[in-house]
């Protein structure tokens, strides 16, 4: 991390979930001040809202919470409440998970770019990672350093240049509770982050969850791995 950032604040797209999460807690050692923006866009596990604030609550993060929930009268996506099997191919293509929300991350972007612009912010942290991105492709390198350039083209504001961070972007699931472990919040992760598709909040060993979601799936394995790579928490 460049240590000229350390005067610099940051805002944070928050979901409540361990990506998020985790990054909010990089963010806070590597960043002046961290503010937090969340969205509300009727996904199933829109608990996570409430997770978020919580989060940010404990951590006196001021957050934003948008509702961006027009969303799901243009697009496709099982993830949407009411919406059928979050772990089936998608409507439009059946190599894509149904989960996948099209145009969701370039959008969410773009809102949190025009929120930091008016909180004078030149920094946006988000947790997408390609290396656990489970088939989507709002969540490679090359999409997040597109919509860096596409975002600062669309603007001509002098010296206001935006920098997308993604601490995640290389990290395995395995890597990112390290990571959360280095920074010492891994017990904070693995009890208070919402991560489960379907929005359930049964406690397992490695955090919440209904157990079965392909979410969930992903951090279980993660944290298997974490220990048997790292050895005990």
Known sequence: ?????????????????????????????????????????????????????????????????VDISFIKDIVIS????????????????????SSFVPYRNLLFLTVAAGWASTLNIRHLVTGICETDYSGYADCRDIFVKSAQVAINLSTDLSGRNLVI???????????EFKMAKDLGVLDYILKETMTCYNGSDKKNYYGMGCGTCPSCVLRKNGYDEFVKKYGSV
């Open 78 to 97: 099982n993830l949407f409440s009411g919406g059928g099997d979050v772990a089936v191919g998608h409507q439009l293509d059946s190599s894509v998970p």
């Open 165 to 175: 961070h993604t601490p995640l972007m290389w990290l395995t699931k395995a890597d």
């Open 1 to 65: 991390m460049d240590n000229s950032y350390r005067h610099d604040d940051a805002l944070v797209l928050m979901s409540g979930g361990q990506d998020s999460t985790t990054c909010l807690f990089w963010a806070k050692q590597n960043f002046a001040n961290v503010h937090a923006i969340s969205f509300f866009y009727n996904q199933k596990h829109s608990v996570e809202t409430k997770v978020a604030e919580k989060i940010c609550a404990d951590n006196k993060v001021k957050l934003k919470t």
